[in-house]
């Protein structure tokens, strides 16, 4: 009878096939391959000449510091609820961060989804409950549902700060407007749950590049890195889906009808990348009403920043890895984060930290 091969096996044996003779570069756009990577050690196991850098794939860590600064400011009102996702509550500004606001006395309060925060808005009539929207097309769709919710029960008090990115507009920056020098992607697993495959076709058929959609564990990982050498050994660039068992060409069509109903596209400030065209998701003009710096008059005030001497953006934008930083493991640790990479369970500061033997 033929026996199963262990995962230890299947890892065994993807490394041994994992052979070129060249450098290669791939960059993985997502914050839980990043965690995979570092926690199963991929980068000490692969061949040398195989380098694996980290892109903008952390939501929390790509949200621009004049964003942060001013959902700091909307949390100092006293008639506002601010909810939000546990890692966003830890990122510091100007000011301290959502937590030591919230040990000072401010309405701040962690939730698990943002249907939580519109029955925080029905059971707290009196007060005005703004959910801190932040993710890319994976956590929009939930927001989104949360917004019908918030229609049907005719809440006048519950509002977003609206910060969704989309991962492919950053992707094509990358690629189109600072240059990166990389072989291939591995692209967001959860994000293509949404999207499908289609939308990476560009990588390939404009840029020459694998784009590999990979799923999470380890021997994923090291199956995309296998499947992005063999494109590279054959120059045949095409966008290839690892993922079978959570990703489908065509995405997930509720999802992205949600999206399409509450959200334009348009222009966001990504941490690193500045503005990129048609990378954000803005809600539509009829619910503009949900809107939360709108409804604050925080849309247009501008927000000064100090130097902090953090490198996230440069990280990010895969041109500097968290050891380049000279804060890392020093004045910037998780219990005392300098910078977002460093707060995000997702960040590549902290996933280094905690699985690259720095501790
Ligand atoms: Fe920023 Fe800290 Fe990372 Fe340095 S170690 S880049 S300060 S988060």
Not at 15 to 24: F, G, R, T, W
Not at 351 to 358: D, P
Request: charged letters at 20%; one cysteine or more.
């Amino acid at each position: 009878m033929h026996t199963p091969k262990t995962n230890k096996e299947i890892v065994k044996q993807l490394i041994s096939e994992m052979q070129i003779d060249n450098p290669v570069k791939i960059m993985e756009v997502c914050g839980t391959h990043t965690v995979s990577i570092a926690k199963s050690g991929i980068k000490q196991l692969i061949p040398k000449n195989i380098t694996l850098i980290s892109g903008p794939g952390c939501p929390v860590c790509v949200t621009s510091q004049e964003d942060i600064e001013k959902f700091l400011i909307l949390a100092k009102n006293p008639k506002v609820l601010i909810t939000t996702f546990g890692d966003m509550i830890r990122v510091p500004g100007s000011t301290g961060s959502l937590q030591e606001m919230k040990a000072q006395g401010a309405n701040i309060k962690m939730v698990y989804s943002p249907l939580d925060a519109v029955n925080l808005a029905k059971e707290n009539p009196d007060k005005e409950v703004v959910f801190l929207g932040v993710g890319f097309e994976t956590t929009a769709p939930l927001v989104a549902f949360a917004l019908s919710e918030a229609e049907k029960l005719k809440l006048n008090n519950f509002s977003i700060v609206c910060l969704h990115k989309l991962a492919i507009s950053a992707i094509d920056a990358l690629l189109t407007g600072f240059d990166t020098d990389v072989d291939g992607f591995l692209c967001p697993g959860h994000v293509s749950t949404i999207i499908g495959t289609h939308p990476y076709e560009f990588i390939a058929k404009d840029y020459k590049k694998a784009a590999i959609v990979t799923g999470f564990e380890a021997s994923d990982i090291l199956e995309g890195i296998n499947m992005t050498i063999n494109q590279i050994k054959n120059k045949n660039f095409k966008v290839e889906n690892q993922y079978h068992r959570g990703v489908n060409s065509g995405g997930n069509l509720v999802a992205l009808n949600l999206l399409k109903e509450y959200f334009d596209k348009g222009s966001a400030m990504w941490r690193g990348l500045g503005e990129i065209k048609n990378s954000g998701l803005h809600l539509k003009d009829k619910y503009k009403k949900y809107d939360a710096f709108k409804k604050f008059d925080l849309s247009n005030i501008e927000v000064k920043l100090a130097p902090t001497g953090c490198i996230c953006g440069q990280i990010l934008k895969g041109q500097k890895s968290p050891t380049d930083c000279p804060l890392f493991g020093k004045k910037c640790t998780p219990n005392f984060p300098i910078g977002p990479c460093m707060v995000s369970s997702e960040g590549s500061c902290a996933a280094s930290y905690y699985y690259a033997g720095v501790i």
